[in-house]
């Protein structure tokens, strides 16, 4: 998973915060840095974070397929690790 780090430009959420450290302890190897929209365009998978949606597969940046264009096997499995860990802690 390579992403950029946060920035006045990438907001420092929750959600997207406690996925990466999902990942990590999945032993996902996570790299936080600096990426063109050209690099993005050429990734197998890419994928945003929200507090609503927890993990969304994005199959297109400006008009370029990501991958297949269609969603990839990362997004889902951590959306699944990320409400399975908010499932246990749940009240």
Do not use: W
């Amino acid at each position: 998973i390579v992403t950029r780090e946060t920035s006045n430009d990438i907001l420092h959420g929750i959600t997207r915060k406690a996925v990466l450290e999902l990942a990590r302890e999945a032993q996902m190897q996570v790299e936080e840095r600096n990426f063109t929209i050209e690099e993005a365009q050429q990734a197998d998978e890419a994928f945003v974070t929200s507090a609503s949606a927890f993990v969304t597969p994005v199959v297109e940046i400006d008009g370029a397929k990501i991958g297949s264009g269609t969603p990839g096997k990362l997004a889902p499995r951590l959306r699944e690790i990320y409400l399975e860990e908010m499932r246990k802690t749940a009240i």
